[in-house]
Nanobody
Framework: QVQLVESGGGLVQTGASLRLSCAASGLISGLNMGWFRQAPGKEREFVAA????????NYTDSVKGRFTIARNNAKTTLYLQMDNLKPEDTARYYCVADSSTGLRGPYHYWGQGTQVTVSS
């Protein structure tokens, strides 16, 4: 089993920064990890992911150049540094993990999410 616990969400103004964290525990060896988000009334969408072995990253176009995904050396904590936040980034952000080779999913393991709200 894999447990994922997110933290770091909050209410910020346009242009601000936030860093989300995801503490991973359990059988995490070999799992790619990433972030999805879901805004009210919208489907969940892929945000970013990082591969287990060599740390290859992948981002959705709307966050490229503003968000950075990273992890600690032990690969037990995943981060999402979000800079220059926009109102359209408002969503609940979910940490995900899976052994699939595709960084964009599908993902089997999901955290409970953390809310990010960006005011204009």
């Amino acid at each position: 089993q894999v447990q994922l616990v997110e933290s770091g969400g909050g209410l910020v103004q346009t242009g601000a920064s936030l860093r989300l964290s995801c503490a991973a525990s359990g059988l995490i060896s070999g799992l790619n990890m990433g972030w999805f988000r879901q805004a009210p009334g919208k489907e969940r969408e892929f945000v970013a992911a990082i591969s287990w072995a060599v740390g290859v990253t992948n981002y959705t176009d709307s966050v490229k150049g503003r968000f950075t995904i990273a992890r600690n050396n032990a690969k037990t904590t995943l981060y999402l540094q979000m800079d220059n936040l926009k109102p359209e980034d408002t969503a609940r952000y979910y940490c995900v993990a899976d052994s699939s080779t595709g960084l964009r999913g599908p993902y089997h393991y999901w955290g409970q999410g953390t809310q990010v709200t960006v005011s204009s």
